[in-house]
């Protein structure tokens, strides 16, 4: 379960990562000022609670004390507050003093009073649980009185909840949208230099003469763009190296193959001589296909406008042209026309091998143009046979070089096993693929999937 809801790229990995922080870090940032405000909202609490007790005990005092009783009972108390007169003072309660306590004596006793009005003893008692303070002031001893007077106060003392404020909601997710938004760019910025790194590799792998990596941003990204660079121009120096040793193999070979060709025409048996000039043959395909494929990754080619549809008809005319027995085999479906961006002479050459193997193996050749099924979907050609099919589990294995579908490495039954893998190299330079597949009413497919 873990390893399924944790996320494989590396970027969404270094987002929740820092998301995460940065919401943490905001959380605790957010828990120390709730403490702070908690303690401002006791000390006005505390304060606004002292000034609204000594009030109403300096209009009580003031008041005869005959009358004390009814005038207490027509003022109008603010919500949560409730007095009376009595003997004695609240009932003691089994709690420590709370801070808030502390509070309201500290600013009931910076009230300025003259010593006539000062009460004569001042009680505090806390309730945690009811959320409330009762407070007892004895009120200056009058020789009319027979027992002291005590104006005894219950307040309502809700707890402070400063995490309820709205301020605090909204800068909370004012603060964690700017978090998303800094990491949300943070990590594109990060991740961008990788994205790049991979899309140039990639782009590598299908032309080894792809344009080099700019090398800009900043010192460590510009390093491996560098040292990304230098191991292109080595495969390039590799490639260009394999290619002129096939040519010069290719060179070299020739004039010794035409000179036996010369050789082979004095011999007298016939039979003998045919043999001869057969493997002859032989030779001389197989290294003009092998300076065909070591051609293939240096090909520097420009890409232009290319009509699919002309280009595929025209592979298959040539065909009819080779082989006028199989015209009637050699069907085109498509549209009328259908334009990509392409190197002309190499794809041609790997419709054109694709349409080959088709017909040398499989008797026909049926080209199938697909246009893009929707914005951005890939051009699709398929290519299909009524042979007697592929071998089966080996279709991969049949791109690999000097590997055929035909054991038997007759001239009469295919070439020298290349063409398959000079195709599979041009399309993936083109930025597509090509994939065999047996087809279910029988023969072979090859399916061309090219960028639109």
């Known amino acids: 379960m873990r390893l399924r809801l944790w996320p494989r790229s590396l970027a969404v990995r270094t987002a929740i990562i820092l998301f995460t922080g940065l919401v943490l870090a905001q959380t605790v940032g957010l828990g120390i000022e709730t403490i702070g405000r908690a303690g401002l909202q006791r000390l006005e609490q505390g304060r606004h609670l002292a000034l609204r007790v000594m009030e109403l005990y300096i209009t009580v005092a003031k008041t005869p004390p005959a009358q004390r009783a009814m005038a207490l009972r027509e003022l109008r108390l603010p919500a949560g507050l409730t007095a009376q007169l009595d003997s004695a003072p609240p009932a003691r309660l089994l709690v420590s003093p709370l801070p808030v306590q502390q509070l309201v004596r500290l ?59 709205p301020d605090l909601l909204a800068a909370f997710l004012l603060m964690t949208a700017v978090a998303a938004a800094l990491t949300g760019w943070a990590v594109v910025r990060l991740s961008a ?13 299908a032309d080894v003469n792809a344009a080099p990596l700019a090398e800009v941003g900043p010192s460590d990204v510009t390093a491996a763009a560098a040292a990304f660079n230098r191991m292109a121009a080595r495969l390039r120096r590799f490639v260009q190296d394999r290619t002129l040793l096939l040519a010069a193999i290719g060179h070299d070979l020739r004039t010794p193959i035409t000179r036996l060709r010369l050789r082979a025409e004095f011999v007298a048996d016939e039979e003998l001589r045919a043999k001869m000039l057969a493997d002859l043959d032989d030779l001389e395909a197989l290294v003009t296909a092998t300076l065909a494929f070591g051609r293939t990754a240096t090909s520097r080619e420009p890409a232009a406008p290319l009509d699919l549809a002309v280009l595929a008809r025209t592979l298959l005319d040539e065909a009819a042209d080779a082989r006028p027995e199989l015209a009637e085999r050699l069907v085109y479906d498509g549209p009328e026309h259908l334009t990509v961006r392409a190197r002309s002479m190499a794809l041609k050459r790997a419709l054109g091998n694709l349409v080959a193997n088709a017909i040398a193996y499989g008797g026909s050749a049926r080209i199938r143009l697909l246009p893009p099924e929707a914005a951005g979907a890939p051009v699709r050609i398929e290519i299909e046979d009524d042979g007697p099919g592929l071998p089966p589990g080996e279709t991969e294995q049949l791109f690999d070089p000097f590997r055929r579908g035909e054991e038997s490495r007759s001239r009469e039954t295919g070439g020298v096993g290349l063409g398959l893998t000079i195709a599979r190299d041009i399309l993936r330079a083109h930025g597509g693929e090509v994939t065999l597949a047996n087809r279910s009413e029988g023969g072979a497919r090859a399916s061309v999937r090219l960028p639109a």
């Open 193 to 205: 230099p990788v994205a790049t790194l991979a899309a140039a590799a990639e782009q590598l792998g």
């Open 107 to 165: 600013n009931m006793a910076l009230v300025p009073l003259p010593p006539s009005l000062r009460p004569a003893e001042v009680v505090l008692l806390g309730s945690p649980a009811q959320e409330q303070m009762m407070i007892g002031l004895r009120l200056v001893d009058d020789p009319a009185l027979t027992e002291p007077q005590w104006l005894n106060v219950t307040a309502a003392l809700p707890a402070p909840r400063p995490w309820q404020e």
